[in-house]
């Protein structure tokens, strides 16, 4: 169960923490979202959560859903994103 904490203890620090709804936009508000994310101390660590649990939908991590499909398409050896982007930073593919 502490496990279980300290794996999700980055939500609590999310600069979108609280904002609902918001936080999975459709297409405009795509954008708004994504400035909320440039700003976020855990942004890494919500892209990795997205990632590791191909998440379809929403903006994570300041990535679409579009932008994370290529990704993932783009680097399919990657069986760990939490551990790919604490060695490396993915660009982000606005």
């Known amino acids: 169960m502490m496990r279980t904490a300290a794996w999700n203890d980055w939500t609590v620090r999310a600069k979108c923490r609280g904002m609902n709804d918001a936080l999975f936009p459709d297409a405009v508000d795509q954008k708004?979202?994504?400035?909320?994310?440039?700003g976020c101390p855990?942004?890494?660590e919500c892209l990795a959560e997205a990632l590791d649990n191909r998440i379809e939908w929403g903006v994570w991590g300041g990535?679409?859903?579009?932008e994370r499909r290529l990704l993932l398409r783009q680097r399919p050896d990657v069986r760990s994103w939490r551990s790919a982007l604490n060695g490396e930073?993915?660009?982000n593919q606005a």
């Open 63 to 66: 990535m679409t859903e579009r």
């Open 42 to 44: 855990v942004r890494s």
């Open 89 to 91: 930073k993915v660009a």
């Open 32 to 38: 708004r979202a994504k400035v909320v994310c440039a």
